[in-house]
């Protein structure tokens, strides 16, 4: 599954079966965990942000996500959230992906993860620019432990360029 995809998603509660937002953003760790969701709804001079970790995620569709109940929603400070998907200063989606020996792999367009394996980050979506998207597709990357989120890139091993797979279901094909 994509993140991407989730974007927006309603979040409910199971027991009162009430919706208790959407999903604004997804919050990863450094060792490609996704430790839970942001909820939409940042209030315009707060520093807190309403957050869902990911243990308190009891299920997980294409139409919405079920939380356990309305407590599960915590007050976040935003500075103590390290890595997100889509917003905020540090920010996997756009980032660069450069292997150690300074060779450009793309940007990250999606991150993707295995409903099987839990919360764990299976892969990287890389686009190499608009006209190579429409040629080539866009390609995708397996996580290895190998792989470090930095400041700027996404700095993968050597010979990952050997590793990119095309993407299969993509939106160019």
């Known amino acids: 599954m994509k993140l991407q995809d989730m974007i927006g998603l309603a979040v409910f ?93 793309g940007h990250v367009t999606d991150v993707y993860f295995d409903q099987e394996l839990g919360n764990k980050v299976k892969g990287l979506e890389i686009s190499d620019g608009f006209v190579s998207d429409l040629i080539e597709g866009r390609k995708w990357l397996p996580c290895t432990d190998d792989m470090s989120i930095g400041e700027n890139a996404i700095m993968v091993p050597p010979l990952s360029e050997q590793r990119l797979e095309k993407v299969i279901h993509s939106v160019n094909g």
């Open 13 to 105: 509660d199971v027991e009162d079966g009430k919706q208790i937002g959407k999903i604004h953003d997804f919050i990863l760790t450094a060792d490609w965990t996704i430790q839970g969701i942001e909820l939409e709804g940042k209030g315009l001079f707060s520093s807190h942000v309403k957050t869902v970790d990911w243990e308190d995620i009891v299920a997980y569709g294409e139409d919405a996500v079920m939380i356990r109940n309305q407590q599960a929603v915590r007050n976040t400070e935003a500075d103590d959230i390290h890595y997100t998907y889509l917003l905020g200063g540090s920010k996997l989606k756009d980032l660069s992906v450069l292997t150690e020996e300074g060779l450009m792999l």
